[in-house]
């Protein structure tokens, strides 16, 4: 089992940042792919970035250059940097653990985009 909490979530304005960070417990951290989807109002859940367990990332085309996906494994945190935001970003944001087809999912963190 792995308890995921995600935080750091907000309004921003246009063009402005934020970093969400998800703190992981239960099971060895460091063995799971991890990873950072979104849903906004609406619509389906998507994939925004992961990160395996060595490390290898992965983005959807439309945050490419502006999200940066990384991990703590030490601190068992996953954290995804967001830059130059735009109100099309606006969604639930979720932090996802995989290993061996099971997926454990955070319970999400609003981030809102608007002037």
């Known amino acids: 089992q792995v308890q995921l909490v995600e935080s750091g979530g907000g309004l921003v304005q246009p063009g402005g940042s934020l970093r969400l960070s998800c703190a992981a417990s239960g099971n060895i951290f460091s063995f799971y792919d991890m990873g950072w989807y979104r849903q906004a109002p609406g619509k389906q859940r998507d994939l925004v970035a992961t990160i395996t367990r060595d490390g290898t990332t992965n983005y959807v085309d439309s945050v490419k250059g502006r999200f940066t996906i990384s991990r703590d494994n030490a601190k068992n945190t996953v954290y995804l940097q967001m830059n130059n935001l735009k109100p099309e970003d606006t969604a639930v944001y979720f932090c996802?653990?995989?290993?061996?087809?099971?997926?454990?999912w955070g319970q999400g963190t609003q981030v809102t985009v608007s002037s």
């Open positions: 996802i653990a995989e290993r061996i087809g099971v997926a454990y």
